[in-house]
């Protein structure tokens, strides 16, 4: 389903600020994998997903999704098969449009446009349906603003809006790091139950490490533009925190005194 092979990225190559971001870096995801992506700041796992979404184009290697090789597409035109919820929760939506309105843009995406843009009563009432299982009420208020939404309440509108139309890969990055710690569960939660219902294939960049471990089948550690470790099935289900800190010192040569210090 995602196949990135051998690619690297350097930003400001050949001046006084060149700073390599990936190194060699290959990753294979398979239909329903969901992967939790960790690493410190730095580490290139922000700058991997920009690359696989067609915001950074690659110094050298190949991006296949669903069997296409995207390495050369522009951003929009690798949008149709990719479903994204970045960190800051303003982004994603439309702020000055409503609830519904912002559905309809997911839920109509792909389709022929017309100069038909009402929205009529059968489509309210599918969207009241896809909003219930939120459970923050939000089908109660269709024509509400998105601008006028919590923080918590617009990245879970987004996240429903990101998995509508069963997107070929699903990008999460660091989508909960805007949100305090109880809305931040809510929203993972949600973003776990989408991803099991319809088996979407998944890469979440994340800084927490008791998340990394607890979501997902996979957990790929980066540092310093590479992949360090790639852990899955039993083995993951069985990691701690501590477990992880110590292969992390094993294979990268460093040692943390704790989880705050890898990530930092």
């Known amino acids: 389903m995602l196949a990135v ?3 690297y990225k350097t930003f400001n190559m050949g001046t006084v600020n060149e700073k390599v971001a990936l190194r060699d870096i290959n990753l294979t995801l398979k239909k329903g994998d969901f992967v939790t992506l960790i690493g410190g700041n730095g580490s290139g796992k922000s700058t991997l997903l920009n690359c696989i979404a067609g915001l950074h184009p690659v110094d050298k290697g190949s991006i296949i999704i669903d069997n296409a090789d995207v390495t050369k597409l522009s951003e929009h035109r690798r ?8 960190q800051d929760p303003m982004v994603g939506t439309a702020a000055n449009m409503g609830i519904e309105e912002n559905l309809a843009l997911a839920y109509r995406r792909g389709q ?16 009241k349906e896809m909003l219930k299982p939120l459970g923050l009420g939000l089908e109660d208020r269709l024509s509400t603003k998105v601008g006028l939404l919590s923080g918590g309440q617009r990245q879970a509108l987004t996240l429903l809006m990101a998995t509508l139309r069963k997107p070929k890969l699903l990008l999460l990055d660091e989508h909960t790091a805007a949100l305090d710690p109880k809305t931040a569960a809510k929203v993972l939660e ?26 997902g089948n996979r957990l790929v ?20 925190v501590e477990d992880l800190l110590q292969r992390f010192g094993k294979a990268s040569g460093e040692q943390f005194a704790s989880g705050r210090a890898l990530l930092s």
């Open 190 to 215: 949600l973003s776990d139950k989408f991803i099991n219902e319809s088996n979407l294939t998944t890469l979440m960049v994340t800084h927490n490490m008791r998340d990394a471990i607890k979501y």
């Open 221 to 240: 550690m980066m540092h310093d533009g590479y992949i360090l470790l790639d852990i899955e099935g039993e083995t993951k289900q069985q990691l701690t």
């Open 79 to 86: 949008a149709g098969l990719l479903g994204r919820v970045f």
């Open 112 to 127: 022929r446009r017309t100069l038909k843009w009402g929205i009529n009563q059968q489509e309210r009432k599918i969207y």
């Open 5 to 7: 092979k051998g690619i």
